[in-house]
């Protein structure tokens, strides 16, 4: 690999007019994760230096999404739509700045791998000053081919300039380039916008170096890296791939998934060993999951983390901020939002705890609700450790149930419950005997049904 620096440039100045969208095309999430996010992913994984993205005019949710993911990320607008190299060159004051070579990366090619940049890049050496991503497409209009002279690239035709003999070439253009530092601008500079479109197009570099007797390559990739989003359909594609990619990787690390095609992750969804995941299970982002949990057929997971041995669902509902601890159970029909449940705790069935904490070992009985929204503001419930909190229960926050204390079924608890003690918050019950049979009419003659009289009727 190159040991010169290198500098990424992103063009993210995509309309996406196709995506029919009020969201920047390259905001749209794969695997939950903006396409952009990706993208910067592998750039960072490539071990580029510094990062520049390419933003189009009033795009601020990009620049802040291209930050956020890349705090040190400069940032460039491309205020009018005119090439891929126009846009390149929005960058110009980065490029200008050092001799690092320079990566320029589409952002909305969303499965591109920090491997495979890592490879163009490293394509730039004595002889290469361009380097190409190319790849073989099984239909390959609409792209750019890479017209061959050998191992040499000699120049990037787009299919409206193409010949009849150019247009049978398969070897296409993925988009990627990666160019010698101390050519790259000189290159970038000299390319006009004399072709079928106006445009300064990125791809005219390879002719240019040649002219310039400097070398280009092409690199070949698989097509599945290099799919250009457009529409709302390719980016359902692009889901499907990224999910085949999350999903090997998970059971490359010692995850069980009994329907692995049923259960859908997020990029940054972390799994200890030997966990089991049920089909049927949809893991938004931010979800960690620890060794030996298990995760039961139709449980929605997001921002949680799941402690090891836990067991979650079937039907579980996790939202952020909701902390299983080792061992413990969350089952069917229960949500957790904000919520520590600590290690060996039970909510079994049919509850909803929010914005609270359960203490190691507790019992959560069927039903209960942590009331923890008065219309204006949460509050949290404490539940300590080794509590039982009988069925159908509405503990309402703010409060507090002691450790090992008992709450009667039923009961609507607003007051805080003291360690060890029983809090019984409901109606009592009353049996008042012998009232079934004081309550009764005096036994009356049947009256007569319809049917009887009817009966009657005929007879006569
Ligand atoms: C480009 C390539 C083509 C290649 C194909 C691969 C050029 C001239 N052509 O064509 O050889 O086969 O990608 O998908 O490079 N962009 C800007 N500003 C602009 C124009 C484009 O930021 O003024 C960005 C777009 O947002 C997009 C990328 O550059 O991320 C590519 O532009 P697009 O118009 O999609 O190029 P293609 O015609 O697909
Ligand atoms: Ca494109």
Request: with cysteine; aromatic share 4%.
């Amino acid at each position: 690999m190159s040991k010169r620096t290198c500098l990424a440039i992103v063009l993210a100045a995509g309309e996406g007019t196709r995506m029919r969208s009020a969201l920047p095309k390259v905001l749209h999430p794969i695997a939950g994760r903006s396409m952009l996010a990706h993208v910067l992913a592998a750039v960072r994984g490539a071990g580029t230096e510094a990062v520049a993205v390419v933003v189009g005019p009033n795009s601020d949710p990009v620049a802040e999404e291209a930050r956020r993911t890349i705090p040190k990320a400069q940032v460039f607008t491309q205020t009018e739509r005119q090439g891929t190299a126009h846009a390149v060159l929005a960058a110009r004051a980065e490029i200008a700045k050092s001799a690092a070579d320079v990566l320029v990366v589409f952002g909305d090619t969303p499965l591109i791998s920090a491997d495979t940049l890592k490879r163009l890049r490293g394509a730039i050496d004595h002889h290469a000053s361009v380097a190409v991503l190319g790849f073989r497409a099984a239909d390959p209009s609409g792209y750019g081919r890479l017209v061959m002279n050998g191992h040499r690239l000699v120049a990037i035709r787009e299919e409206r300039e193409a010949s009849d003999l150019e247009r049978k070439i398969d070897l296409c253009n993925g988009g990627l380039m990666a160019l010698r530092g101390e050519v790259a601008l000189e290159i970038l500079e000299r390319i006009d916008n004399k072709n079928a479109k106006g445009e300064f197009y990125l791809t005219d570099a390879v002719t240019i170096a040649d002219g310039m007797a400097l070398e280009s390559v092409a690199l070949e990739t698989a097509e599945d890296e290099v799919r250009g989003i457009n529409t709302r359909l390719q980016l359902a594609e692009a889901e499907a791939v990224m999910q085949r990619r999350l999903r090997v990787a998970a059971l490359d690390a010692g995850v069980t998934m009994i329907a692995p095609d049923t259960v859908f992750l997020s990029a940054d969804t972390k799994f200890g060993r030997d966990v089991t995941i049920e089909p049927n299970v949809v893991f938004g982002p931010g979800c960690v999951i620890e060794d030996d949990a298990v995760i039961h057929a139709f449980s929605h997971l997001t921002g949680a983390h799941v402690g090891r041995g836990a067991s979650v669902g079937p039907y579980a509902r996790l939202r952020p901020g909701a902390k299983l601890g080792a061992k413990s159970r969350v089952g069917n029909f229960v949500e957790v939002k904000e919520a520590e449940i600590g290690a060996g705790a039970k909510a079994n069935h049919l509850a909803y705890i929010g914005d609270g904490r359960v203490g190691d070992g507790a019992n959560i009985g069927a039903g209960t609700i942590f009331c923890n929204y008065d219309g204006k503001a949460k509050h949290r419930t404490e539940v300590g450790k080794g509590a039982f909190i009988g069925s159908n229960s509405a503990l309402v926050a703010p409060v507090k149930v002691g450790d090992n204390a008992y709450v009667g079924s039923g009961s609507v608890i607003t007051d805080n419950v003291p360690p060890g003690a029983l809090a019984i918050g409901r109606g009592r019950q009353v049996n008042k005997a012998g009232w079934v049979a004081g309550k009764q009419p005096a036994a009356k003659k049947p009256a007569k049904t319809a049917v009887a009289k009817k009966k009657k009727k005929t007879k006569r």
